[in-house]
């Protein structure tokens, strides 16, 4: 089977940096996505890794090591809008290599 | 990216019913998922829809409950049959442009509510 392990809550303040950790067990891996999905919203894309190491994108960045079936979202500058559940997904290459998403983890940015 | 339209956009929904969920795309696409989360969960995978093919289902859906139509390369329907309180979930339609990354893009949902 797979497993999507990501925390259920995090707080952090505005203007701080907060990491979201993500640690999978999956039967074979092609591809990490990060999502952001808003409350009573669709999730939106924010992020892909592939091969070990930094994607930085703006204010959010994203680490993969495969070796240890570990990620994290990094975002920085926190704005109250980031106040989001996250998505961990790893794309398994399984038919038509489909997404497997953790259960998401609430960032609550507070003032 | 594309425009994703589902309607309903939400429903409330009497037991032993069915509904259909519409998903209309504005661009042309080879491969359409339907995604349900239920209150407090992630996002499950239900089917792969494939136009001019049958829909693959994933373990626990089955065609019966979740039969879905996929006439041409932007339109599909999810209809969740025979309805119960456990059905009452955000369903998504979602979409792969990007083959390289496979990065899905999500409709704005369905939310049905079973009585």
């Known amino acids: 089977g797979q497993n999507i392990d990501q925390p259920t809550e995090m707080t952090a303040t505005e203007g701080a940096i907060v990491q979201i950790n993500c640690t999978y067990q999956t039967s074979g891996f092609n591809g990490l996505f990060w999502y952001q999905q808003h409350a009573g919203e669709a999730p939106t894309f924010l992020s892909y890794n592939v091969l070990d190491g930094l994607e930085e994108k703006g204010r959010f960045s994203s680490f993969l090591s495969r070796s240890k079936g570990y990620s994290y979202l990094l975002l920085k500058e926190l704005q109250m809008k980031d106040s989001a559940s996250y998505l961990c997904a790893v794309r398994v290459p399984s038919g038509y290599s489909t997404l497997t998403f953790g259960k998401g983890t609430m960032l609550l940015v507070s003032p | 990216s594309a425009v994703i339209s589902q309607k309903p956009s939400r429903d409330i929904c009497q037991r032993g019913t069915s509904l259909t969920i519409q998903c209309q795309v504005d661009?042309?696409?080879?491969?359409m998922f339907w995604y349900r989360q239920q209150p407090g969960q992630s996002l499950t995978l239900i089917a792969t829809a494939n136009q001019g093919s049958e829909a693959t289902y994933e373990s626990g859906f089955v065609i019966d409950k979740f039969p879905i139509s996929r006439p041409n390369l932007t339109f599909s329907t999810l209809t969740v049959s025979n309805m119960s309180p456990e059905d009452s979930s955000i369903y998504l339609c979602s979409v792969e442009f990007t083959r390289e990354t496979g990065e899905l893009f999500f409709g704005e949902g369905s939310r049905l509510t079973v009585l």
């Open positions: 661009s042309q696409v080879t491969m």
